[in-house]
């Protein structure tokens, strides 16, 4: 049997840094509410109060996490990942002056911290990719 040997060089231990996430407050009830009443109808806009309203809450849960459990997370997130697809789909938000140009989600990189690199996105499906990761 050998005996360990005493080596000068020395192991290194290298761990990452994972930073916490942040969320930046994000009005969504107000930009579609407008877009709605102006290019459809009041009728139509009240008539979408209650989606609107669930959408709203949804990003609110999300910036404030009233419960913090795994699976409560993972609900709330996958409410807000269908909420956030139907959007796309029937309204179009970019910076054309036609559209719903109000609107811009951030994405704090957790890797780069410092300075913060941060994307701006006026499009909710590239939400997407983000909420997945947050599964």
Do not use: G
Request: glycine residues 0%; charged residues 20%.
């Amino acid at each position: 049997m050998a005996a360990p040997s005493t080596s000068s060089s020395s192991t290194t231990n290298i761990m990452l840094a994972i930073f916490e996430k942040k969320t930046t407050s994000v009005d969504l009830y107000h930009p579609l509410y407008n877009y709605i009443s102006f290019n459809y109808s009041e009728c139509e806009a009240q008539n979408l109060e209650d989606n609107l309203q669930t959408l709203k809450q949804y990003r609110s849960d999300l910036e404030r996490q009233p419960d913090p459990t795994p699976t409560s997370c993972r609900d709330l997130l996958q409410n807000y990942f269908k909420a956030l697809y139907l959007v796309k789909t029937r309204f179009l938000i970019s910076l054309d002056k036609d559209h719903i140009n109000t609107i811009t989600f951030t994405w704090n990189d957790a890797f780069h911290p410092y300075p913060p690199t941060v994307t701006n996105s006026r499009n909710p499906i590239r939400r997407k990719p983000q909420i997945t990761l947050s599964l």
